[in-house]
């Protein structure tokens, strides 16, 4: 049994050596096979060529057809893995170590890419070994090079810890949405109902193949989320794709404002009812230089964007404009040497809550390639530490362009991984939240919680959202008699400091619109259309309020006689008639309603709850309807077309039973007299 053993061992050895034996391209070793000899060195000299223009497809393709004649050759073996590195980087592995395996010295950079290729392949201690083996080598006026292998092996480092402690997430490659060519840059919108994103598929609108990529000219596809799965993309067409380039580069949070780039600038197109305008040049401050990537923010208002901008930090950084009262965009600024490194950072996200900033770096505390990072921006202006999203969200490639939904359940990324469809796919992270105590329960509640699901519920609690302070305000806005949808303007007062922060139009043929509301304010939403009255909503939203999502019907009255309205935004201390200031953003509008309609007439109504006596709610609400008549009086608004009455708490409109039903109750409103 023993010598059986030594036996094998010896055998299996000696294969060992047999396979290690390099095996030159020669007229010597293939004497008998002259014309494929040939045949593989044109091969080799093809992808050789290929190789240094940068088409590694096709270098590949010809150094396979080498192989296929002579598979161990240290020199191929060693092409072929540096072109994977570059194409198809978790592949190079295998032809790097057989590349050194047959012949050690087959390169004097040979240790430097199999350390990059351990590193592809999550091995960090083998490329740790392999970058160290590399160092001594390097010639000592390389200062790059010597700064080169010091990053990587702090990448390797990275990499060990964040596979060690892998963040709660799971990554999922998105089949629906992806093809065997490359898919990227997604952007959604807040509410994750609808994503766009870039392809280089069949069915381009240039339609022709390059033959160098083996792909179609860049489009941009759409997909609708339906029952929790994507639709088939379908191509967004004319006048956003053209015969070019033409990519996904951010979205507004109503999914009505497209960023496009196009020609290296940023262009702008907008959602009118199921069609998108031509897309414009956003504006020649932020297109004076390069720009590659970029994201809304406070409700579209600001504009974080990558440039190659002079006075910059790094080869590429994150820089920021802010829109001002014209409309017109500010000159921008750098973000600042918290967020931007020396190396290059990419794809910006604000996050609809309008603090947490996700971006990719090669840069900070990367595992390799483009990793991606958030910041929060704190109560002083000045940006958290970038925090690493970990493992399994980032690998030692390249991982970009991350979104992430308004509740925070799924974030989508784009990144070149093993086993994906294509060359680049999207992928869905779902975030599982702080980890939970262990379950000591019988074995079918074990059980029961390993088959768990996660679900967009909002009663759900297996996803935790502790972090997100927002509120989305989502709906329909219809003419109250005909229920035909209405395209109108909803505005987004901060009532506090009596200041608009938002402005949108719900779409026309739909009538849908979305708002996203930070916590922490006061806002009153007002909804305005051509020859209907104005509808108002108010959402006093805490501070350490989490992430929920409100949906509204909203129907508009025409102006006609005896039509009521509830002013929502206008408010008093408890049992007080002063008007608080928060009410005048309410009220000017008011005024703007009677002054566009000279011949208006109405009347002003001050409602109470059944609490106290009714001599005294009857006194209040009079008091309170005065109050609001006579701001209007002093907004130039003739007395004549106003009256005010106080009716107390004989007209309610919700049960009085209740605390929501009373706070209904305690009300202003007005009624048209006459048109």
């Given at each position: 049994m023993k010598n059986n053993i030594i036996l094998t061992l010896i055998i299996l050895f000696t294969v060992q050596i047999i396979n290690a034996q390099n095996v030159e391209f020669d007229k010597n070793t293939f004497k008998h096979d002259k014309n494929g000899l040939k045949e593989a060195q044109k091969a080799i000299k093809e992808g050789d060529i290929y190789f240094n223009n940068e088409e590694y497809y096709l270098a590949l393709k010809s150094y396979k057809k080498a192989y296929n004649?002579?598979?161990?050759?240290?020199?191929?073996?060693?092409?072929?893995?540096r072109t994977l590195l570059a194409e198809e980087p978790y592949n190079a592995l295998t032809y790097m170590v057989k590349a050194h395996q047959l012949y050690n010295s087959v390169d004097p950079k040979i240790f430097y890419y199999l350390g990059l290729a351990y590193q592809n392949n999550g091995k960090f201690d083998e490329a740790i070994n392999n970058y160290n083996n590399y160092r001594p080598l390097i010639l000592p006026t390389d200062k790059g090079e010597f700064e080169e292998i010091r990053k990587r092996l702090e990448e390797c480092k990275t990499g060990n810890e964040l596979v060690k402690n892998p963040a709660r997430a799971f990554v999922t490659?998105?089949?629906?949405?992806?093809?065997?060519?490359?898919?990227?840059?997604?952007?959604?919108?807040?509410?994750?109902?609808?994503?766009?994103?870039?392809?280089?598929?069949?069915?381009?609108?240039?339609?022709?193949?390059?033959?160098?990529?083996?792909?179609?000219?860049?489009?941009?596809?759409?997909?609708?989320?339906?029952?929790?799965?994507?639709?088939?993309?379908?191509?967004i067409g004319d006048p956003i794709n053209t015969k070019s380039f033409d990519a996904t580069v951010g979205l507004s949070a109503d999914g009505q404002?497209?960023?496009?780039?196009?020609?290296?600038?940023?262009?702008?197109?907008?959602?009118?009812?199921?069609?998108?305008?031509?897309?414009?040049?956003?504006?020649?401050?932020?297109?004076?230089?390069?720009?590659?990537?970029?994201?809304?923010?406070?409700?579209?208002?600001?504009?974080?964007?990558?440039?190659?901008?002079?006075?910059?930090?790094?080869?590429?950084?994150?820089?920021?404009?802010?829109?001002?009262?014209?409309?017109?965009?500010?000159?921008?600024?750098?973000?600042?040497?918290?967020?931007n490194t020396p190396y290059d950072e990419e794809s910006p996200f604000m996050h609809p809550d309008g603090r947490t900033l996700y971006f990719s770096s090669k840069g900070h505390n990367t595992m390799g390639g483009y990793d991606i990072f958030k910041t929060v921006k704190q109560d002083d202006g000045t940006w958290s530490k970038p925090e690493n999203l970990g493992h399994p969200i980032n690998t030692p490639y390249d991982d970009l362009a991350f979104v992430l939904s308004a509740s925070g359940r799924n974030g989508y990324l784009s990144s070149r991984r093993e086993g994906g469809e294509g060359r680049h796919d999207i992928y869905m992270v779902t975030f599982l939240g702080p980890e939970k105590p262990m379950i000591l329960s019988n074995e079918d509640n074990l059980l029961a919680s390993f088959n768990q699901s996660i679900t967009d519920n909002a009663m759900e609690k297996t996803v935790e959202l502790k972090t997100i302070r927002l509120t989305v305000v989502k709906g329909v806005i219809f003419d109250a008699i005909t229920s035909k949808p209405i395209e109108a303007e909803i505005?987004?007062?901060?009532?506090?400091?009596?200041?608009?922060?938002?402005?949108?139009?719900?779409?026309?043929?739909?009538?849908?619109?979305?708002?996203?509301?930070?916590?922490?304010?006061?806002?009153?939403?007002?909804?305005?259309?051509?020859?209907?009255?104005?509808?108002?909503?108010?959402?006093?939203?805490?501070?350490?309020?989490?992430?929920?999502?409100?949906?509204?019907?909203?129907?508009?009255?025409?102006?006609?006689?005896?039509?009521?309205?509830?002013?929502?935004?206008?408010?008093?201390?408890?049992?007080?008639?002063?008007?608080?200031?928060?009410?005048?953003?309410?009220?000017?509008?008011?005024?703007?309603?009677?002054?566009?309609?000279?011949?208006?007439?109405?009347?002003?109504?001050?409602?109470?709850?059944?609490?106290?006596?009714?001599?005294?709610?009857?006194?209040?609400?009079?008091?309170?309807?005065?109050?609001?008549?006579?701001?209007?009086?002093?907004?130039?608004?003739?007395?004549?077309?106003?009256?005010?009455?106080?009716?107390?708490?004989?007209?309610?409109?919700?049960?009085?039973?209740?605390?929501?039903?009373?706070?209904?109750?305690?009300?202003?409103?007005?009624?048209?007299?006459?048109?």
């Open positions: 004649f002579n598979s161990n050759n240290a020199k191929l073996n060693f092409k072929i893995g490659n998105v089949k629906e949405l992806n093809t065997q060519y490359m898919e990227h840059s997604p952007v959604i919108s807040a509410d994750e109902s609808v994503m766009l994103f870039t392809s280089t598929r069949a069915g381009s609108v240039g339609g022709i193949m390059d033959p160098r990529r083996q792909d179609y000219d860049e489009d941009i596809y759409i997909s609708t989320k339906e029952k929790g799965k994507w639709s088939a993309p379908v191509n404002s497209l960023l496009v780039f196009r020609d290296g600038s940023l262009h702008i197109s907008k959602l009118r009812g199921n069609k998108w305008n031509k897309p414009e040049s956003i504006s020649k401050e932020i297109n004076a230089y390069y720009v590659t990537s970029a994201s809304f923010a406070n409700n579209d208002q600001m504009l974080y964007f990558v440039s190659d901008r002079p006075n910059g930090i790094g080869g590429t950084d994150i820089w920021y404009s802010i829109k001002d009262k014209k409309g017109k965009w500010q000159m921008p600024v750098n973000l600042g040497a918290q967020v505005e987004v007062v901060d009532n506090e400091k009596n200041e608009v922060v938002f402005c949108s139009i719900s779409n026309s043929a739909t009538g849908r619109f979305l708002v996203s509301l930070p916590s922490g304010k006061n806002y009153g939403l007002a909804v305005k259309a051509d020859g209907y009255l104005f509808h108002s909503e108010n959402f006093n939203i805490p501070g350490a309020t989490a992430y929920q999502e409100i949906e509204k019907e909203i129907r508009l009255n025409n102006i006609k006689k005896d039509v009521k309205i509830v002013l929502r935004n206008v408010f008093f201390d408890t049992g007080l008639a002063i008007l608080k200031t928060e009410s005048y953003p309410e009220l000017n509008r008011l005024a703007g309603v009677l002054k566009d309609v000279p011949t208006l007439r109405i009347e002003i109504s001050g409602h109470t709850d059944n609490t106290g006596s009714a001599t005294t709610n009857n006194t209040l609400s009079k008091n309170r309807a005065k109050a609001v008549v006579d701001y209007l009086i002093a907004q130039q608004i003739d007395s004549g077309r106003l009256l005010f009455e106080g009716y107390g708490p004989t007209q309610p409109i919700a049960d009085n039973k209740t605390a929501d039903g009373r706070q209904q109750n305690r009300r202003v409103e007005f009624k048209v007299l006459s048109e």
